[in-house]
């Protein structure tokens, strides 16, 4: 476990490295290529002439998709390949789009570090291709991910609108309602900490995606980004704030699991009922059947708790899209694969193979918001999780170089958790430490 | 681990040889003296070799039991002990057929990587080892500098130069992107060129030459003899080293086909953590498991021929 969290530090490092480089290329227009842009008709010609892509993604729905665009397309190779999952996959196409050769011509990248690729000048602006005109197909929020300083940089795939997953058995064997605000949810978690000093109401050790997440849906906006190189960095703000003081009380006061996410013990603590929720992005049903088999039947979903009662909020946490690299020599087929594997066609595989789609058509179909889950005990998750996706908080967005800051953030905000102080002291470390990189990397920062 | 402790013994191994070798007669008494003290049993000495023995063979021990269990028993029963059902079998059958049986593959670029790699690497610090210490020619002390040098430069920090280089060169995501940069051990040369200093007898050179022996001749029929303790010694590290490779290959390669065991492994680990992934943690240890096997069997048998040379030297003259 150490050796892999120090592989992940390496990995930031390099990647932090090769980001130094690529701001350099910063300053040279993107777009001016001479595949910048293309008219339907030429995308549809350039689908039916001999050619290949290369794909880098990790998402196993991606398979089936190549599948069948190549069925529909017998003429395009398309070269699936996985080099990595997550940070793994972001240090790669850094360092290829540091060297300049060997970049995919499409790559699969999360909503969180997309802004990183995009104002870098890594990817290319699809509005050339006619992107813009697909907002419709895609919920606000997803759209909103990937529209980045006027351009569109990706298409997107899946999304993790968050809900709280919660397990039905352990509430009822102590009386409890299930939770519908924050004050309620910190309650609950003295109960059942108080019943059961091994158990808890939920896990967690310090995790950047999470806490961003978590600020989102309390209406935080601590990034801003103007221009591609303006950035502001505010931790202390209302919205942080606001999720800072609620969380403190669970943090302080020892109330949640100090399990790591994906680890032994937390795959154990969901199966046996010692972590009793999880608020979690909507694509955590299918890790749940295959990761925790034995705890089938026990689980359920409901709405995010919110800190007003009855006013119904959300984040998006995790999901992505795919994009197509500025250094690719195939781009109109590029896009043309993107078409299909982020339309409708790709996105009817993706659902059915547990992907939790961003596609307006595939959230709002008959099929899949009648959806009876078993492993759910019946319960007809996807109404809750497509709900969650409409009461997303509008007006996020994250930083330029996110995958660094996310990294230093065990040494931030993850000393508050470990010490069981208060986070907003965390929060201004990493805020801090994130104002610092941005200025040693070129960016104007202004951190308030 | 593994890695630090093969560093240990060949250390002192490479002292215990110099020391011999520069003892010979005059010293025999002192050393039989010391031999009695050693077998003086310490209890402390005992209890502490004890608990790390412990501590390096438990988590062996807890791979064992684990990979004999089902995904689903995995996350349901004690760690350190084993759960009902006997799925070792299972488990590795299906490590060897999961998805195409892309761990088959894995094992044999590892395999390819390991004897090209650590092979090679092992023949050019044996011979440039012995060079330095047997041939004197101008510039020696110069690479004497640089490879002192090398050895304090950790693999890691390179990685990422070395992959923008072989990027310029066209060789990222080809084999010659992990066997290339695994066929320079400095520590190896280094290593070999202490030895040879005092294992090979500049003398026994001299009577090789007087007789007619070309210097290719030489090397291969007396001085490789003499020197297979300390070929075996770095040819078990850069087995070691290319085996546990990980960075490397990590940021070279992005083609599955050629990943070694290391990164692959990792790649099956990291699926679980994706929406919609299959978690397969039970195959993943059973192949670490398999994955270590022939480590473990390199390590034994090539101990054997280590050992026995220490002695043939330590008995000579």
Redesign the interface.
Known sequence: MTT?ST?RR?AGV?VA??LAGSLAACATPSGGSEQGSASAEEIAAALQKESSITV?G????LEPIVEAFEEKYPKIDVKL??????N?HY??LQ??I?????A?DVAQVEYYALPQFALSGAFADLTGFGADELEDQYTASTWGSVSIDGGVYALPQ?S?PMAMFYRADVFEKLGLEVPTTWDEYIAAGQAIHAADPNAYITNDVGDAGFTTSMIWQAGGQPYAVENGTDVTIDFADEGSTKWADTWNQLVENELVAPISS?S?EW??GL??GSIATLVI?A??P??LE?????AAGKWRVAPMPTYEEGVAAAAEN??GGDAVLEQSKNKLVAYGFLEFLNGPEGAAIHAA????PSTVADLESEDFLGYESDYFGGQKINEVLVQASKDVVPGWSYLPFQTYANSIYGDTVGQSYANASDLNEGLAAWQEASVQYGIDQGFTVNGK | MTTEATVTEAITTARGTERRAGSRQPRLHRSVRRGSTVQRRSILLTIVMGLLALYALLPLFWLLVNSTKTQRALFSSFGLWFSGDFALWDNIVQTLTYHDGEFVRWFGNTLLYVVVGAGGATLLATLAGYALAKYDFPGRRAVFAVVLGAVAVPGTALAVPTFLMFSQLGLTNTPWAIILPSLISPFGLYLIWVYASDAVPSELLEAARIDGSGEFRTFFTVSLRLLAPGFVTVLLFTIVATWNNYFLPLIMLSESTWYPLTVGLNSWNAQATTAGGEAIYHLVITGSLLTIVPIVVAFLFLQRYWQSGLAAGSVKQ
């Open positions: 892999r592989i390496w390099a490295a090769a880098w990790w998402a196993p729905q390949e996985n080099v990595g999952t997550g793994d240090t790669k360092n290829a540091k060297a300049g050769t060997g995919p899946d993790g994906w032994d795959y154990q199966g046996d992005g694509w955590m299918g890790n295959s990761g925790v088999p034995d995790g999901g193979n547990g992907g939790f």
